[in-house]
């Protein structure tokens, strides 16, 4: 399927959601304003909340240390039937489902703790929760389903009938525009045919929630029944990691759906699946400061056994470091995470912005975290556990962590994406008021209105980013030592909106492709969010301990702020681009010599045309 870019584009603006009716701390602070009044003090949920999520965690808590075998589901590379029997029971496919369709209520802050809890027995059982919840049909149907849906679906998933979300495909990623899976009108049915690839818990799944093109009226989300006659699930996909995830690749043929198991409307596809993810994408920052924890109690404890030139090795500076960063970072990981859980439970703010930071910076920084406890570890970072523990050794998952952890800078939207998606809100005010100027289709005439518009916004806009309170000395003295880290973060955000501006006015229409700029701008309003976020809940702990991670925290991000400041403008970006073009068109082929490819031979990309399946199909129901 062609699909020239800027019909890609259009399709993937009409799928956002254009308004702003509630407040957003991340949508102000890219503008400029820093509002720390909307996340302090921030809401914290109600003592009823409180007492349900803490009994839950307790009971899981006790499954979990009992019953999970992180060991044996990396060598088996498969869940145990019991321990699947074992969460269902317990409730832990309908932690967040309504008690009045069968499931437990936890809020978003309590399901993320728990996520935390069972994803570091498990990477991989906290990856199945995640999207059977966050993205699987529960979220989508609970938003967007009508009651009958509702009273349908909720129940089942809350007993532990397994759930997966299918959007993408062998040649579709990013790019809903192309998608080709098709859903063609037939009396009071639709019939489904296509491939989905990647389809995480779709090897074991009972229901799914499918994306598909309705001829003339665009993506629709169709709630499937997973043993429906013509779906085949032709392949268990193998990872580098989260070896126990059921991931696969199912096919669709002439697979009738009831038009009752619409989601929403015909054509609303994409919006359901942008809305599901608004709040979905906050299970992934929890599991990464899951990860996060657990590499600083392994870098504490073995850094204080491991004895080298007469020292434990973390009282060498040059480790010293290394645990600095694990244990501000994994503070303000949390941080962020209570925050924009916080928020999102609340319910009035809009959190489309605090939850693609979180779930970025999340993704990135659990990372280098677990690469820095591998480096501590030096060998035995490198060596499996299982291998360890055979030779007498405590056996430390430090290698499996690093690479479980490397599917969540793709997972829901890969880094480049969330730049990109992060970038267009934080540049929506600019277009809403100065977008026919930039825009090559738009006639003079609104060109002209355009320019009107805009000369009325910025007059008011700009003069508020010359000045501001982080000037002032005394300015959030509430929050004592850490005031000083406000009052960067309120200089900061008027420098980055004063920065964002004078790239629109120098590259206007042609600023949709400086994306290594808009990615840096990104950047900087994360880490901006992270200090603030990190200061919040210092202040919020009235704890010595706390206040002491966040100022080493915010003093790091302090640095990481000022160097992508600098990058703005001195990089090399124009000369990066003008190489890679040249590498594509095949003038250093020679550099490639001297070396062979072992890789399998095949197509680069999978064929996807619609056709009854030759594969067998390895779906596989799971104990109820």
């Not at 509630?22 to 602070?29: D, I, N, T, V």
């Not at 942008?274 to 994408?281: I, S």
């Not at 070396?595 to 594969?615: K, N, Q």
Request: charged fraction near 25%; include cysteine; proline fraction near 4%.
């Amino acid at each position: 399927m062609t699909v020239d870019e800027r019909a890609a584009r259009q399709v993937a603006e009409q799928a956002r959601e254009s308004r702003w009716q509630r407040p957003s701390f991340g949508k102000e602070l890219f503008l400029g304003h820093f509002r720390l009044d909307l996340i302090h003090p921030h809401p914290t949920g109600t003592e009823e909340d409180h007492k349900r999520g803490e009994a839950f965690l307790t009971k899981l808590r006790e499954f979990t240390e009992a019953n999970i075998d992180n060991t044996k589901i990396e060598k088996d590379a498969k869940i145990p039937d019991d321990v699947l029997k074992g969460l269902k029971d317990l409730g832990a496919f309908g932690m967040k489902i309504k008690p009045e369709y069968g499931g437990i209520g936890l809020t978003q802050v309590y399901y993320n703790k728990a996520l935390m809890l069972v994803g570091s027995a498990s990477p991989a059982i906290g990856a199945m929760l995640s999207a059977h919840q966050s993205i699987g049909v529960p979220q989508p149907i609970a938003m967007f389903g009508d009651e009958d849906q509702k009273r349908e679906f909720l129940p089942r998933c809350a007993k532990g009938e397994i759930t997966a979300f299918l959007l993408t495909e062998p040649d579709v990623g990013s790019d809903p525009a192309r998608l080709g899976t098709t859903a063609t009108r037939d009396g009071d049915d639709y019939v489904l045919n296509g491939v989905k690839l990647w389809t995480t818990n779709g090897v074991v799944a009972d229901l799914l929630v499918v994306m598909a093109q309705v001829p003339d009226k665009g993506i629709t989300a169709f709630v499937v029944e997973a043993d429906a006659e013509g779906i085949t699930v032709e392949n268990r996909n193998a990872f580098m990691g989260l070896r126990g995830l059921e991931n696969g690749v199912t096919r669709f043929h002439d697979v009738k759906v009831p038009k009752r198991n619409v989601i929403g409307k015909e054509g609303a596809g994409l919006k359901i699946a942008l809305a599901t993810l608004n709040t979905g994408r906050l299970s992934l920052p929890a599991l990464c400061a899951g990860s996060a924890k657990w590499c600083l109690k392994i870098a504490r404890e073995w850094s204080s056994e491991r004895v080298q030139w007469g020292l434990p090795v973390g009282r060498h500076e040059a480790v010293a470091g290394k645990i600095a960063y694990i244990a501000a970072t994994a503070y303000a990981l949390e941080a962020v995470l209570d925050l924009s859980s916080e928020l999102a439970d609340a319910g009035s703010h809009d959190i489309r912005i605090e939850a693609a930071l979180a779930k970025l910076y999340a993704s990135e920084k659990a990372w280098l975290v677990a690469d820095e406890l591998v480096q501590i570890r030096g060998g035995r970072g490198y060596e499996t556990a299982e291998s360890q523990a055979a030779r007498g050794e405590r056996g430390v998952a430090a290698e499996q962590v690093l690479r479980d952890l490397r599917i969540n800078r793709i997972f829901e939207g890969s880094t480049e994406i969330m730049h990109l998606l992060i970038a267009r809100e934080a540049v929506d005010a600019h277009l809403s008021v100065a977008g026919d100027i930039i825009d090559p289709d738009a006639d003079r005439q609104a060109k002209v209105r355009a320019a009107a518009k805009a000369g009325g916004f910025y007059a008011k806009w700009f003069p508020t980013l010359v000045v501001g309170k982080g000037q002032s000395p005394a300015a959030f003295s509430e929050f004592g030592p850490l005031a000083k880290h406000l009052r960067f973060v309120e200089r900061s955000a008027r420098k980055l909106a004063r920065q964002t501006f004078y790239a629109m006015s120098r590259w206007q229409g042609k600023m949709e492709r400086k994306q290594r700029f808009l990615s840096r701008i990104v950047d900087i309003g994360a880490e901006l969010f992270a200090i603030s976020a990190a200061c919040v809940r210092a202040a919020q702990d009235k704890n010595p301990s706390s206040q002491l991670l966040a100022d080493a925290f915010a003093e790091q991000a302090r640095v990481r702020v000022d160097e992508l400041f600098e990058k703005l403008w001195k990089n090399t970006d124009d000369t990066d681009q003008a190489l890679a073009k040249q590498v594509l068109d095949g003038r250093f082929t020679w550099l490639e010599e001297g070396v062979v490819d072992a890789s399998i031979p095949g197509r680069w990309i999978a064929d996807s045309t619609h056709r009854e399946s030759a594969a067998a199909n390895v779906h596989r129901p799971t104990p109820r």
